[in-house]
């Protein structure tokens, strides 16, 4: 047990989830503007070591464990956030104009599961703020954009198919020079348009057929719903299938509650949205293996998330085919020091397997 387990997350804990975050996120950004409080940050939570290392998609990792997306919605807390010692750092979702989400409450911990139960409904600053916001900065871990489409509230009119396609392209079109990496969230659950407008497939033809245009210069990934199946894998594998610009795929939550929770029902049921951390961890985990069976080895790669709290998580998902790994949930419950638990663990497990890097060790299971 460590400091935070122990003293500091008992006293977070009785806080207001929501503000709680707010306030890491001002404190990160703070932080972020002092040379020496990152430097700080980095020789307590970094941990480097050149077995992590990883050459992908023409991007150089220091470690394959990254920060999901949803944590740094905005891209605030960048400079603050690459200091505890994050492979690599998935910023937003952002969208085309600004966004003010969900009405709260809207993000609730279930200590119980290991898991957040999230309705923000895509809060953030929209993509020209955060154009301009990372303009003035130069992350020292890549970095990734993950980009939605604007929720306007339940209340705005219905849009067309058209304006939502629209939506995500005025996005990438101010953002693609600003990252290492797009993320294209094409599955939000906590949004009427974002759940299921790609399940039609013609949709994501649409898009993909629009993004063509755009001359972008760096991998896309697409974060897809869990829900569907083989048979849902196999259709975006043939849907993005002429579209240079894909580089890989990412499994988001699935919306809803699934059946396997701890937390008794009338604790959670008041609390509407989707839930991360550990119980979403099977599915993924099985979409990850059905995504890495299929997918051209070649040209995609998989970023894994979705409950990996420990060393031995992350490197099921990488022996599954994630060559990276991205976490949310367990740095709420674990605190900062967890990504460096995860790193270190990482090499002891590469060394008991005789792997002389990461890279020897993604998609082993199936090998
Ligand atoms: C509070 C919260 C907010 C999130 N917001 C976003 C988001 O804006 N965009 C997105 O693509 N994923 C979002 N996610 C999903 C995470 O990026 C990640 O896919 C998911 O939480 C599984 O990882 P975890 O179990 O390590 O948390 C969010 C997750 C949480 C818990």
Request: glycine letters at 8%; a neutral charge.
């Amino acid at each position: 047990m460590d400091f935070y387990t122990t003293v500091l997350r008992p006293f977070l804990f009785r806080c207001d989830a929501e503000w709680m975050h707010d306030q890491s996120i001002r404190i990160g950004s703070l932080l972020g503007r002092l040379k020496t409080a990152c430097k700080t940050l980095s020789a307590l939570y970094d941990f480097s070591d050149s077995r992590l290392t990883a050459e992908i998609i023409g991007i150089r990792f220091p470690n394959p464990v990254g920060l999901a997306a949803g944590f740094d919605k905005s891209g605030r807390s960048i400079e603050a956030l690459a200091a505890l010692g994050f492979g690599h750092l998935e910023i937003g979702s952002i969208s085309a104009d600004p966004s003010a989400g969900n009405p709260r409450p809207r993000l609730w911990r279930l200590p119980q599961d290991r898991a957040i139960i999230v309705n923000y409904g895509l809060p953030n600053d929209g993509a020209v703020v955060v154009a301009e916001r990372l303009a003035k900065i130069k992350p020292t871990v890549p970095l990734g954009i993950n980009i939605v489409k604007t929720n306007r509230g339940i209340d705005a009119p219905p849009e067309s198919d058209d304006e939502i396609i629209d939506d995500y392209i005025r996005s990438v079109r101010t953002l693609k020079d600003c990252a290492d990496y797009l993320s294209l969230n094409l599955s939000c659950p906590n949004t009427e348009t974002g759940r299921d407008f790609f399940t039609d497939r013609q949709n994501t033809v649409r898009l993909m057929t629009a993004l063509r245009e755009l001359d972008i210069r760096c991998p896309v990934f697409l974060k897809v719903s869990p829900l569907g199946g083989i048979r849902a894998i196999e259709e975006l594998l043939e849907t993005v299938e002429g579209e240079d610009f894909v580089s890989g795929f990412i499994f988001n939550l699935p919306p809803g509650k699934p059946d396997n929770l701890k937390t008794p029902q009338n604790i959670h049921d008041t609390m509407t949205g989707a839930v991360s951390g550990k119980p979403v961890e099977q599915l993924i985990n099985q979409c990850i293996c059905e995504m890495y069976k299929r997918m051209d080895r070649k040209r995609y790669c998989i970023i894994g998330v979705g409950g990996i709290f420990t060393a031995q998580d992350a490197y099921l998902k990488i022996r599954m085919g994630a060559s990276l790994v991205q976490l949310y949930t367990s740095i709420i419950f674990e605190g900062p020091a967890v990504v460096r638990k995860i790193n270190e663990g990482l090499c002891r497990l590469l060394e008991r397997d005789g792997f002389a890097n990461i890279g020897q060790a993604v998609g082993t299971m199936f090998n």
